[in-house]
């Protein structure tokens, strides 16, 4: 008998921990039973919002868990949710980091808008001086 990976909240305070994340992204992408191109993209804004959250962020949370949905036509949908949190500085112009092109340089080149390109659904809950909360789910086709 398979047993289905758990998911859970991990801690990202290392490169180590980005690794960790992406690691449990995927298991609980491929239990769900998503694409190998939708776990790709699931694992991908992960591993962003990971570093993002280690380098700007100071470090922080991770909370991947397995989620579903009803679907008219299919019972139950399947995903995976993740929110990254920090009690880092915040984003202090939310517009320029969502905006196509911009970097603060040093990462995958994505960024925000790029990890909210990958995924279903994007929360972003940020204020200067309080840190920063991102959501994002992705859902199996």
Not at 33 to 54: C, P, Y
Request: net charge neutral.
């Amino acid at each position: 008998m398979s047993r289905e990976p758990a998911g859970g909240e991990l801690p990202i305070a290392s490169h180590d921990d980005v690794v960790r994340v992406r690691q449990l992204a995927r298991s609980l992408a491929a239990a769900a039973g998503m694409s190998l191109v939708d776990q790709t993209k699931i694992v991908t804004a992960a591993s962003e919002l990971a570093r993002n959250t280690l380098v700007y962020g100071g470090g922080g949370t991770a909370r991947v868990e397995r989620v579903e949905r009803p679907s008219p036509r299919a019972g139950a949908r399947a995903g995976v949710r993740i929110v990254f949190s920090d009690d880092g500085p915040g984003i202090p112009d939310v517009d320029q980091a969502l905006a196509e092109g911009w970097t603060s340089g040093g990462g995958l080149g994505l960024g925000l808008p790029g990890a909210r390109r990958l995924v279903d659904e994007f929360d972003l809950d940020t204020e200067p001086g309080r840190g920063t909360t991102v959501t994002v789910t992705k859902w199996c086709r």
